[in-house]
């Protein structure tokens, strides 16, 4: 497969590229999981095996929402 790279517009925001927004997200979604750790809330996950989402507590113990 080939790939061509095409860049327009919208392609930044505020003259931030695509690649530096993902950085950043990534970036504050981890400050946010760290947050949630030291306050003694769990996390929200998603197990593509099982395809099932989860509760992960501080201590890791994983609770499984049920439909």
Do not use: W
């Amino acid at each position: 497969m080939i790939f061509l790279l095409e860049y327009n517009d919208l392609d930044t925001v505020f003259g931030i590229s695509d690649e530096e927004l993902t950085k950043r997200f990534e970036a504050a979604i981890n400050r946010d999981k760290e947050i949630c750790k030291s306050k003694g809330l769990p996390i929200a996950g998603y197990d593509n095996e099982n395809k099932c989402a989860y509760l992960e507590y501080p201590d890791g113990n994983k609770v499984y929402v049920e439909d």
